[in-house]
């Protein structure tokens, strides 16, 4: 799954990937995302800047933690 945002992340310039394992191991990220997406709320996310999409020239950081703002 790719996210990308409005906001320009620097390092993760073209925004974050999350692998179908990873939905697996922490089963939120993905519900949270989908909440996020159909409600406009905000959002913030945590995620490693080393660990790139092999899958693509651009700079897509590996999602980790995703959280929703009140």
């Known amino acids: 799954i790719i ?3 409005n906001t320009e ?5 073209a925004g974050f990937w999350v692998e179908s394992s990873d939905s697996l191991q ?5 519900s949270l995302l989908l909440s996020a997406f159909h409600t406009e709320t ?7 800047d080393h660990q790139r999409w092999v ?9 980790h933690t ?3 703002e009140k």
């Open 3 to 5: 996210v990308q945002t």
């Open 9 to 13: 992340i620097p390092g993760c310039e």
């Open 26 to 30: 922490n089963k939120k990220i993905i």
């Open 42 to 48: 905000t959002v913030y996310f945590a995620a490693y």
């Open 55 to 63: 899958g693509s020239s651009a700079h897509y950081c590996k999602l």
């Open 66 to 68: 995703v959280g929703i």
